[in-house]
């Protein structure tokens, strides 16, 4: 069984800062591409950045030069660094671990990230 545990969300003004963790715990699991994806109130899920085990990333143009997603030392676990943050970058942000063809994938639970004054 893999578990998935996002961390790190909260309340935050418009333009501060806000760190994301997630752990991908699973004793036989390896993933290949980690990601965070985001979901507004009233919108669809939507991508925000992935990172592939060999360091290649890719991020939604809405949140370019202003989040940057790294992998930890750590097997399976990944961090989301989001910087300037705006009114529109609310939502619930889910940590997604998965193998090479969507084999195996594993969602968090997500965490509530909320840019207001």
């Known amino acids: 069984q893999v578990q998935v545990v996002e961390s790190g969300g909260g309340l935050v003004q418009p333009g501060g800062s806000l760190r994301l963790s997630c752990a991908a715990s699973?004793?036989?699991?390896?993933?290949?591409?980690m990601g965070w994806y985001r979901q507004a109130p009233g919108k669809e899920r939507e991508l925000v950045a992935t990172?592939?085990?060999?360091?290649?990333?890719n991020y939604a143009d809405s949140v370019k030069g202003r989040f940057t997603i790294s992998r930890g030392i750590t097997k399976n676990t990944v961090s989301l660094q989001m910087d300037s943050l705006k009114p529109e970058d609310t939502a619930v942000y889910y940590c997604?671990?998965?193998?090479?063809?969507?084999?195996?994938?594993?969602w968090g639970q997500g965490t509530q990230v909320t840019v207001s004054s």
């Open positions: 699973g004793s036989f699991f390896s993933a290949d591409v």
């Open positions: 990172i592939t085990t060999g360091g290649r990333t």
């Open positions: 997604n671990a998965r193998t090479v063809g969507r084999i195996f994938e594993y």
